[in-house]
């Protein structure tokens, strides 16, 4: 039980903690802080589908197999100029770094080496300029003279940083 004279005190305590906890409310607050760094190369390549499509083959052929596509892209950022580096995977069927290889298409067991350039694989530009990459194929006649007739894929994922 209470003694009277701290009961008599109660809504003097309670007025005390009621004015901290206004003093405290009216002395905090929260606001939110943000900020945005444009990058300085943001470069990307345009939509659309890239193929680099080498055809039929044919297996007597003494010549290179080549095939050669290209692709659009652009650097736009807060820089006036933009450098950039271009890289290609491995692909899914890689034997190693640089050993890409395509995988008959109803035959897993089976594949074709292949070799990849890429044309730039870096430069300085201005920035909002239109750039082209040209992606070429090579298939050298020992890696196709022998192999299983069919149809022969990979996937290589083309890296364009920043």
Same mark, same amino acid.
């Given at each position: 039980?209470?003694?009277?004279?701290?009961?008599?005190?109660?809504?003097?305590?309670?007025? %005390?903690?009621?004015?901290l906890a206004n003093f405290a409310q009216a002395?905090?607050?929260?606001?939110?802080?943000?900020?945005?760094?444009?990058?300085?190369n943001n470069c990307k390549?345009?939509?659309?589908?890239?193929?680099?499509?080498?055809?039929?083959?044919?297996?007597?052929?003494?010549?290179? +197999?080549?095939?050669?596509? &290209?692709?659009?892209?652009?650097?736009?950022?807060?820089?006036?100029?933009?450098?950039?580096?271009?890289?290609?995977?491995?692909?899914?069927?890689? &034997?190693?770094?640089?050993?890409?290889?395509?995988?008959?298409?109803?035959?897993?067991?089976? %594949?074709?080496?292949?070799?990849?350039?890429?044309?730039?694989?870096?430069?300085?530009?201005?920035?909002?300029?239109?750039?082209?990459?040209?992606?070429?194929?090579?298939?050298?006649?020992?890696?196709?003279?022998?192999?299983?007739?069919? +149809?022969?894929?990979?996937?290589?994922?083309?890296?364009?940083?920043?």
């Amino acid at each position: 039980m209470l003694k009277p004279s701290f009961r008599a005190r109660l809504p003097l305590l309670a007025l %005390f903690l009621a004015g901290l906890a206004n003093f405290a409310q009216a002395g905090n607050g929260s606001m939110a802080v943000s900020a945005v760094v444009p990058s300085k190369n943001n470069c990307k390549f345009d939509a659309g589908a890239a193929i680099l499509p080498f055809g039929n083959i044919d297996p007597s052929s003494v010549s290179n +197999a080549i095939a050669t596509m &290209t692709r659009t892209f652009s650097c736009n950022g807060a820089a006036p100029l933009a450098t950039f580096s271009i890289s290609a995977g491995d692909g899914l069927h890689a &034997t190693g770094p640089g050993a890409r290889r395509m995988q008959h298409t109803t035959i897993p067991t089976e %594949f074709m080496a292949y070799a990849l350039s890429l044309s730039p694989a870096s430069a300085t530009v201005s920035k909002g300029s239109v750039q082209t990459l040209t992606v070429t194929g090579t298939i050298q006649p020992f890696e196709f003279q022998n192999v299983r007739a069919g +149809a022969y894929q990979d996937t290589v994922v083309i890296t364009l940083a920043p």
